[in-house]
T-cell receptor
Framework: EDQVTQSPEALRLQEGESSSLNCSYTVSGLRGLFWYRQDPGKGPEFLFTLYSAGEEKEKERLKATLTKKESFLHITAPKPEDSATYLCAVPDYGGSQGNLIFGKGTKLSVKP | NAGVMQNPRHLVRRRGQEARLRCSPVKGHSHVYWYRQLPEEGLKFMVYLQKENIIDESGMPKERFSAEFPKEGPSILRIQQVVRGDSAAYFC???????????FGQGTRLTVV
């Protein structure tokens, strides 16, 4: 059973058109939710960690929020350079809890 | 302040050969993780190591795959007798502590021909 589900799978926006990406998780007792950005041919780049419901983190045009069941990555007035795949992940509670379980990602394309 | 360094970036092996992938974590990080990514699929956990110890290898196939993180030197992911299905991008990540943010390398893209 998937523990991390991201939607939509792909999102195409015009430059300046704000939107949100969703990450829902089924684990209980969350001990961290992580957002990453991955460009083609590159490794994931760390963006944010959220630990508790109600928490928010911001970086440039990105803002991540967390509730008890899901997280959102809000993109305000995106630019073409924001085009990438955005991944969210949670620690694996069934294992050693050291590794992360990743969603399949949302592929964002921002057109000028 | 170097991040996670992986080499080689690209590796081509014939079926039956061995592949050795290297990973130097962020300086000061003692937790290392290996993940595999297939085209159009998500990152899948393989193994979690902490200096000289394998903490969790539940995601790693029991045959042909092994990993180590010696006291000195990089972490090594070793794949023996590679098959075409091993072709993928292999990523290494490191963290300062368990359950804190992990930083990824640029990956090694293995192609088995």
């Amino acid at each position: 059973e998937d523990q991390v589900t991201q939607s939509p799978e792909a999102l195409r926006l015009q430059e300046g058109e704000s939107s949100s990406l969703n990450c829902s998780y089924t684990v209980s007792g969350l001990r961290g939710l992580f957002w990453y950005r991955q460009d083609p041919g590159k490794g994931p780049e760390f963006l944010f960690t959220l630990y508790s419901a109600g928490e928010e983190k911001e970086k440039e045009r990105l803002k991540a929020t967390l509730t008890k069941k899901e997280s959102f990555l809000h993109i305000t007035a995106p630019k073409p350079e924001d085009s990438a795949t955005y991944l969210c992940a949670v620690p694996d509670y069934g294992g050693s809890q050291g590794n992360l379980i990743f969603g399949k990602g949302t592929k964002l394309s921002v057109k000028p | 302040n170097a991040g996670v360094m992986q080499n080689p970036r690209h590796l081509v092996r014939r079926r039956g050969q061995e592949a050795r992938l290297r990973c130097s974590p962020v300086k000061g990080h003692s937790h290392v993780y290996w993940y595999r990514q297939l085209p159009e699929e998500g990152l899948k956990f393989m193994v979690y190591l902490q200096k000289e110890n394998i903490i969790d290898e539940s995601g790693m196939p029991k045959e042909r795959f092994s990993a180590e993180f010696p006291k000195e030197g990089p972490s090594i992911l070793r794949i023996q007798q590679v098959v075409r299905g091993d072709s993928a991008a292999y990523f290494c990540a490191s963290s300062l502590q368990k359950n804190t943010e992990a930083f990824f390398g640029q990956g090694t893209r293995l192609t088995v021909v």
